[in-house]
């Protein structure tokens, strides 16, 4: 027995030693190796597995994984409203920049780099936005945060995947001020309505006076060019009966009369007759 407990002490010591040398990278974790007496920091990162090294040296171990970070931010908007809504934002670091990350930020990029930054977007990107418009521009809204974000950490060795929108928390104030201005805007819109149609009637009614007034123009025109017409007509037939009309004619159309009496007095081998109405008795 005291055999065997020995054996189990003279295998335990070196493992425990040895395991105190090394360090376990886990799945979706990086490292750099931190020699501290000899090079320093590597560049190089890790990979998943165990490194051994001696006690005095360290493996600086980092998640590469995709990290998801809520804040309740408080924000003002265009409309001079204050709402408290809920934003997430997905973060990780660039897995060939974990040297300079760690000399220039540290582990804890997210609260000493990104959360300011993240705070800063959301409120200058809400405050372009009408407290109505919020819920249905939001998957604009996110994609402008997001890319607000994207230019602010620019050079700081992380990388941005998503930013969701995930409450927004309506006061009773605030609910009253949305129905108050949603009121005022119908008011407004149906005000602009019965102005748009009283300007087509007005239009309208310009319109039909100056088709009227047309109307009666043409009609005046076109009774004065009938009248022309009639004239010149007139006046033509006027000309043709002085041109053809005779005595011979007369004296021929007076012949075609039943109510005529004449007397035929010669005048001559080829003169005609001259005809003599008497009275009636």
Not at 32 to 51: A, V
Not at 123 to 146: C, G, H, Q, W
Request: hydrophobic residues 40%; contains cysteine.
């Amino acid at each position: 027995m005291k055999t065997n407990l020995r054996l189990i002490v003279l295998l335990l010591v070196p493992a425990l030693f040895l395991w105190g040398c090394g360090s376990m990278v886990s799945p979706g974790k990086m490292g750099l190796k931190w020699r501290p007496i000899t090079s320093g920091l590597s560049k190089e990162p890790l990979k998943e597995g165990f490194y051994t090294h001696m006690p005095w040296n360290d493996v600086l171990i980092f998640s590469v994984q995709w990290q998801s970070f809520t804040e309740k931010v408080d924000v003002l908007t265009r409309d001079d409203l204050h709402i408290e809504m809920e934003a997430s934002v997905l973060v990780r670091p660039i897995t060939q920049e974990l040297h300079p990350l760690q000399l220039e930020i540290g582990p804890r990029f997210y609260p000493s780099v990104v959360k300011p930054e993240f705070l800063t977007v959301v409120r200058n990107t809400m405050a372009n936005y009408f407290l109505v418009d919020i819920p249905d521009k939001s998957p604009e809204i996110e994609v402008k945060i997001l890319e607000g974000l994207r230019e602010r950490i620019k050079g700081k060795h992380l990388e941005l995947d998503n930013v969701t929108i995930s409450d927004i928390d309506f006061t009773s104030g605030v609910l009253r001020a949305i129905e108050t201005k949603l009121a005022k805007e119908q008011e407004k819109v149906q005000k602009d309505f019965e102005l748009e149609i009283a300007v087509k009637d007005a239009q309208i009614a310009r319109e039909k006076a100056k088709g009227d007034a047309d109307s009666l123009r043409i009609l005046a025109v076109g009774q004065a060019e009938a009248q022309k017409i009639r004239a010149a007509g007139q006046a033509e037939a006027q000309r043709i009966i002085d041109e053809t009309l005779t005595s011979r004619f007369i004296q021929f159309k007076a012949f075609e009369s039943p109510n005529t009496k004449f007397i035929y007095v010669p005048t001559g081998k080829d003169g005609l007759p001259v005809i003599v109405t008497p009275e009636a008795k």
